[in-house]
Each structure stands twice: as structure tokens, then as C-alpha cells.
């Protein structure tokens, strides 16, 4: 089992960066591949990104692509999601989830273990 802890959310301006970070703990972290979610207000839990064991594949939402790189760094057992060029819409808690599959997916139903939440808000 790996317990996850989120960190890194703030509130910034349109156009700022972030970078968010996931450390893991109880478990070595490249026995999963890694995802990032977020929910905002009254809406459901959305996939963000996912990067794969090894780090050597990543997956991100269209709405995300270009401005969100995803990565890893198995040797402090910890994920990261830099974020840049930030709109209000990417205002939600953002969590971080571990999936002991191999298989990409999106589905939030499909990840193992998530970390608590961390709070990115992006003032207009």
C-alpha cells in the first residue's frame, strides 16, 4: 500500500505557473503508473494527466496539453504536475492517484490510492 500527499496549490493569477507535487510514501512509487485529477465545485472529478511506471509515457487531458507537463522522479518517490499559462477554469482541488495497472486509463474508478487533495485557485 503507498499513502500520497499533495502539495504545492495556491492561489495565483491567470497566466501564472504552479508546480504541484505528489510525494509517496509505504511503497516504492515506480510500482505504479501516476495520474493527476481535479474537481472544481459541483462538478464531477476530472482526469488531468498520467504518466506511466518508468516515466517514459504521459497522457494529458486537451485542455491541458501544451500548457501541463507531467513527470516523475522515482528516486525521491515523488510526482510532480507543472502547470503554466493557468486560466481560472483550472481552479479545482487537485489530487494525485496511483494506479497499479499498466494500462492507460483515464477513469478514476480505475486508480488505487489517492493523496488528500491540494487547493489550486487562479484569480481572473
Known amino acids: 500500500q503507498v499513502q500520497l500527499v499533495e502539495s504545492g496549490g495556491k492561489l495565483v493569477q491567470a497566466g501564472g505557473s504552479l508546480r504541484l507535487s505528489c510525494a509517496a510514501s509505504?511503497?516504492?512509487?515506480?510500482?505504479?503508473?501516476m495520474g493527476w485529477f481535479r474537481q472544481a465545485p459541483a462538478k464531477e472529478r476530472e482526469f488531468v494527466a498520467r504518466?506511466?511506471?518508468?516515466?517514459?509515457?504521459?497522457y494529458y487531458v486537451d485542455s491541458v496539453k501544451g500548457r501541463f507537463t507531467i513527470s516523475r522522479d522515482n528516486a525521491k518517490n515523488t510526482v510532480y504536475l507543472q502547470m503554466n499559462s493557468l486560466k481560472p477554469e483550472d481552479t479545482a482541488v487537485y489530487y494525485c492517484?496511483?494506479?497499479?495497472?499498466?494500462?492507460?486509463?483515464?477513469?478514476?474508478?480505475?486508480?488505487?490510492?489517492w493523496g488528500q487533495g491540494t487547493q489550486v485557485t487562479v484569480s481572473s
Open positions: 492517484a496511483a494506479d497499479t495497472g499498466i494500462i492507460y486509463t483515464a477513469s478514476a474508478a480505475q486508480y488505487d490510492y
Open positions: 509505504g511503497r516504492t512509487l515506480s510500482s505504479y503508473a
Open positions: 504518466i506511466s511506471r518508468s516515466g517514459g509515457n504521459t
